[in-house]
């Protein structure tokens, strides 16, 4: 290929890839595949029962809690009702959205391990419009060691959420990153897992290892725990290594992985210093319309599925 076509093939990937707000019919997309759009979805009338997705890859830092946040307030924005829950130590979910775990009585912590603590009295209204957060800190590393000696300890995240699942369409569960009895118990609790995957070498170490825990949820806990999508995120169209990354994710995970892709931008971590998702602190920003997107894929992939609320 000579050097001017070159150089005009990567000028249109970059095009493609900096207005995945707006595809063009027949424009290949940074995944490599033609982007078709996807349609508005419809407005609810009635609301719940919710479809419950858990947020997780136990590699940090691959934006899982960056993808809860902005993807919960994109489907917020879509008059959907969403409920996060920080199912990390860390609270990170919570910090992200203005909140300081620390100096908060009731959190999953004691949801999960108190009798006389109700799903409600964990809730916290966000500054999203009909987003509500279950904050996390670092209590909920107790947790972990106290639930292995229940019984049923795979299920007491699911148990104390279900009173919450007529209440709302989409609840999305923060996982921590390790494969512990934490993020079991997310993957016991929901109908959906969204893997995160950060465009950068090594990105695939350890997918197999989450894709076969994933399978043994699904066989021996959970036979309606269905893989809802992988994310790419992170992803620089200027490097030539990120694009390869992400070739090898479609080439592995085929029609798994979203169309939408998570371009790198320092307005997420800006955001998270803010306590406040991109789509409101910067709700023109290429971020902002990337989670747009991908909650309109989102509701797409769910209708054309017949679940969740994609209607
Ligand atoms: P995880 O929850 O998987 O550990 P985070 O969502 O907390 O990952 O992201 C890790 C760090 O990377 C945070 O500082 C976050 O602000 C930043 N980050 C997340 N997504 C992006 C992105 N698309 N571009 C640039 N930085 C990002
Ligand atoms: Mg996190």
């Known amino acids: 290929m000579g050097i001017v076509a070159a150089l005009a093939q990567e ?7 900096s207005r995945n ?9 940074p995944t490599g595949r033609p982007l078709s759009g996807f ?7 009635v609301h719940g029962p919710a479809r419950t997705v858990a947020v997780c890859n136990q590699k940090g830092g691959v934006g899982k809690t960056t993808t809860t946040i902005n993807l919960g307030a994109a489907l917020a924005e879509r008059g959907r009702r969403v409920l996060l829950v920080d199912f990390d130590p860390q609270g990170a979910l919570s910090v992200g959205l203005g909140i300081q775990p620390h100096d908060i009585d009731n959190t999953v912590y004691n949801l999960l391990m108190e009798r006389d603590v109700s799903a409600h009295d964990v809730l916290h209204k966000t500054c999203v419009d009909g987003m509500d957060l279950m904050p996390s800190n670092i209590d909920l590393s107790g947790a972990e060691v106290q639930l292995v000696h229940e019984v049923g300890r795979e299920y007491v995240l699911g148990g104390v959420l279900k009173p919450l699942v007529p209440e709302y369409d989409v609840i999305m569960i923060d996982c921590q990153p390790s494969l512990g009895l934490l993020t079991i118990n997310a993957l016991a609790a929901a109908d959906g897992v969204l893997i995160p995957l950060e465009c950068e070498y090594f990105a695939m170490r350890g997918v197999a290892l989450l894709m076969e825990t994933i399978d043994k949820v699904s066989r021996r806990l959970n036979t309606k725990l269905a893989i809802d999508g992988l994310l790419a995120t992170m ?5 030539l290594h990120t694009r390869e990354v992400l070739a090898s994710m479609v080439n592995g995970f085929g029609d798994q992985v979203f169309h939408t892709v998570i371009n790198r931008t320092v307005r997420f971590p800006d955001a998270t210093v803010a306590g406040e998702p991109i789509t409101s602190f910067d709700s023109g920003s290429m971020g902002a319309n990337a989670y747009r997107e991908l909650a309109k894929e989102v509701l797409e992939r769910w209708r054309q599925a017949g679940v ?4």
């Not at 595809?23 to 997309?29: D, I």
């Not at 992803?235 to 490097?239: E, G, I, K, P, V």
């Not at 969740?308 to 209607?311: L, V, Y």
């Open 11 to 17: 000028g249109s990937a970059l095009v493609a890839a």
């Open 21 to 29: 707000a707006e595809p063009q019919a027949g424009e290949l997309g």
């Open 39 to 45: 349609p508005d979805p419809e407005p609810l009338v």
């Open 235 to 239: 992803y620089d169209s200027r490097t």
């Open 308 to 311: 969740g609320h994609g209607g």
